[in-house]
């Protein structure tokens, strides 16, 4: 269950993030983050002082082992997207229907130009 304190800086973030440019909202971004960091460093600094010296050191290595995790297998896949975008890690499949257009890098489309029927 969430507390107050994790409550309230998510309604600010939420709050902050429907009224800012997308500049604004990276701020908000980043104070949203600062302030649960320091939330779970708290959290896991009371834990292991409240813990017996052994099992605060198997608390340890299971705390770094899973920090470890988490660096290899969620780092950023370098997908990025700027406004309007979207961006996708792994396959993608597209399908043209009813006229569309699918592309795999820049489209143009030009009406026909009058002139003599061409084949």
């Keep these: ?15 902050d993030l429907a009224q800012a440019s ?3 909202a990276q701020g908000a971004l980043e104070r949203v983050r600062a302030a649960q960091s320091l939330s779970w460093e708290t959290r ?3 834990l292991l002082q409240d813990l017996p010296e052994p099992e605060r050191d ?4 299971a705390l770094r082992s899973l920090v470890e995790h988490v660096r290899q297998h969620a780092s950023g896949s370098g997908a990025s997207a700027g406004t309007g975008g979207f961006a996708v890690s792994g396959d993608v499949a ?15 489309v030009d009406p026909p130009k009058p002139g003599p029927v061409q084949d």
């Design 1 to 15: 269950m969430a507390g107050p304190e994790v409550t309230a800086v998510v309604t600010a973030a939420g709050t």
């Design 44 to 46: 896991f600094t009371d």
């Design 94 to 108: 597209m399908k043209a229907t009813n006229g569309s257009v699918v592309a795999n890098g820049g489209v143009r």
């Design 22 to 24: 997308d500049e604004d």
């Design 58 to 61: 198997e608390a340890v290595r």
